[in-house]
C-alpha cells in the first residue's frame, strides 16, 4: 500500500496569515496517462470529509481561491494564502493512483 | 446536488455482520462516472478506505486486503443504493462508516466528491 506521510500534524494558525501542509507518498502518483491523483479533504468538527482539491491543483466546487494545491510525484502542498476561523479542522491528503486508497494520518489546524 | 441516506444498525455483537445502506439520491447507482466507496475512520486506523462498487458496462468491485474476505459492497438499482457488509467483525471494527461517492471516467478524475453523514458502529455485546 502506498503510505501518505503529512506534516505538521498539529499547525496553530493566526488568522489572516498563511498557512501549509505537507504531504509526501511513498510512491509517484503520476499515472501514465499524465494526470497525479493526489487530493486534500478538510474535516471540519463534527462533519463528514469534504473534498478541497482533487489532482493536485484543482479545486472542488465552492472552494474559495484562497486554498491552492501544488506538487509533483511525491511530494505536495497544500496553501491557505489567508487563514480564516471557517477553516478549522483536520486536513487530509489521499493517494487516488492505486488501490487500495490511502490517506495520510491528518493535519489539526487551530486557531492561535 | 447528490446526497448520501446512510442507514443500518449503530450496535453490533461480535463475530457477526455488520450492515448498513447507502441511498442515493442526485445520481445513479449504476452512473458510468461514478463509484460508490465505504470508508471508516477510528482514533487507531485514522481514515481507512474499505471498498467500493462501480458500473462500466459491468460491475466491478474492489476492497481493501485488511478486510478482503469478510466484506461485501454491493449495489442495488432498484433502490437506487449501495451496500456495504462486513463479516466476524470484532470490537476493532467499530469506527464511523462512511458511503462516498467519487467520480470519475476513462478520460477524468474529480476526487470523492460527496459523502453521507456518517454512521457510528460500535462492536460490542
Known amino acids: 500500500d502506498i503510505v501518505m506521510t503529512q506534516s505538521p500534524l498539529s499547525l496553530p494558525v493566526t488568522p489572516g496569515e498563511p498557512a501549509s501542509i505537507s504531504c509526501r507518498s511513498s510512491q509517484s502518483l503520476l499515472q501514465t496517462n499524465g494526470h497525479t491523483y493526489l487530493d486534500w479533504y478538510l474535516q471540519k468538527p463534527g462533519q463528514s470529509p469534504q473534498l478541497l482539491i482533487f489532482s493536485v491543483s484543482n479545486r472542488a466546487s465552492g472552494v474559495p481561491d484562497r486554498f491552492s494545491g501544488s506538487g509533483s510525484g511525491t511530494d505536495f502542498t497544500l496553501k491557505i494564502s489567508r487563514v480564516e476561523a471557517d477553516d478549522v479542522g483536520v486536513y487530509y491528503c489521499?493517494?487516488?493512483?492505486?488501490?487500495?486508497?490511502?490517506f495520510g494520518q491528518g493535519t489539526k489546524v487551530e486557531i492561535k | 446536488q447528490v446526497q448520501l441516506q446512510q442507514s443500518g444498525p449503530v450496535v453490533v455483537k461480535p463475530s457477526q455482520t455488520l450492515s448498513l445502506t447507502c441511498a442515493i439520491s442526485?445520481?445513479?447507482?449504476?452512473?458510468?462516472?461514478?463509484?460508490w466507496n465505504w470508508i471508516r475512520q477510528s482514533p487507531s486506523r485514522g481514515l481507512e478506505w474499505l471498498g467500493r462498487?462501480?458500473?462500466?458496462?459491468?460491475?466491478?468491485?474492489d476492497y481493501a486486503e485488511s478486510v478482503k474476505g469478510r466484506i461485501t459492497v454491493s449495489p442495488d438499482t432498484s433502490k437506487n443504493q449501495v451496500s456495504l457488509h462486513l463479516s466476524s467483525v470484532t470490537p476493532e471494527d467499530t469506527a464511523i462508516f462512511y458511503c462516498?461517492?467519487?467520480?470519475?471516467?476513462?478520460?477524468?478524475?474529480?476526487?470523492?466528491?460527496?459523502w453521507g453523514h456518517g454512521t457510528l458502529v460500535t462492536v460490542s455485546s
Open positions: 442526485g445520481d445513479s447507482v449504476s452512473s458510468n462516472t461514478a463509484a
Open positions: 462516498a461517492k467519487q467520480s470519475f471516467d476513462s478520460t477524468a478524475y474529480g476526487g470523492i466528491d460527496y
Open positions: 489521499m493517494q487516488a493512483i492505486q488501490i487500495p486508497r490511502t
Open positions: 462498487t462501480y458500473y462500466r458496462s459491468r460491475w466491478y468491485n
